[in-house]
């Protein structure tokens, strides 16, 4: 089973899946990072995530470009050496900022958006 909260700061939106990401629960996070694709800056928290098949990874890396589309920005926060092995070896991380923390990843987010608003 797969849990998505979703925070709302006044900076940034948190998308947070909880339980493993793969073919029986990506349709799940597919809608949810629909639902979320006009947001200006959206960070994934995968800390709560301890497996993410090739569908999960397809339903991110989809849910990525769709915000981007939009005119958004995407980070990702993820502390699990195993995910960060997998998304490291996938080149995942080469499109998308990957962050230990949340606070890191949405200052990332903070940081790239500063050079289009000062």
Same mark, same amino acid.
Not at 26 to 37: D, K, T, Y
Not at 52 to 64: F, K
């Given at each position: 089973?797969?849990?998505?909260?979703?925070?709302?700061?006044?900076?940034?939106?948190?998308?947070?899946?909880?339980?493993?990401?793969?073919?029986?629960?990506?349709?799940?996070?597919?809608?949810?990072?629909?639902? *979320?694709?006009?947001?200006?800056?959206?960070?994934?928290? *995968?800390?709560?995530?301890?497996?993410?098949?090739?569908?999960? *990874?397809?339903?991110?890396?989809?849910?990525?470009?769709?915000?981007?589309?939009?005119?958004?920005?995407?980070?990702?926060?993820?502390?699990?050496?195993?995910?960060?092995?997998?998304?490291?070896?996938?080149?995942?991380?080469?499109?998308?900022?990957?962050?230990?923390?949340?606070?890191?990843?949405?200052?990332? *987010?903070?940081?790239?958006?500063?050079?289009?608003?000062?």
């Amino acid at each position: 089973m797969l849990d998505i909260q979703i925070d709302q700061t006044a900076d940034y939106t948190v998308c947070r899946p909880k339980g493993e990401l793969d073919a029986f629960t990506v349709s799940q996070f597919r809608e949810s990072l629909a639902e *979320l694709a006009t947001s200006a800056r959206l960070v994934i928290d *995968l800390s709560e995530v301890p497996f993410i098949d090739s569908a999960g *990874l397809g339903a991110l890396i989809g849910g990525i470009r769709r915000t981007r589309e939009q005119g958004g920005d995407v980070s990702v926060a993820c502390n699990r050496s195993t995910l960060i092995r997998l998304l490291r070896t996938t080149g995942f991380d080469r499109i998308v900022t990957v962050a230990d923390t949340v606070d890191e990843a949405a200052a990332a *987010l903070v940081k790239t958006d500063h050079g289009v608003t000062s």
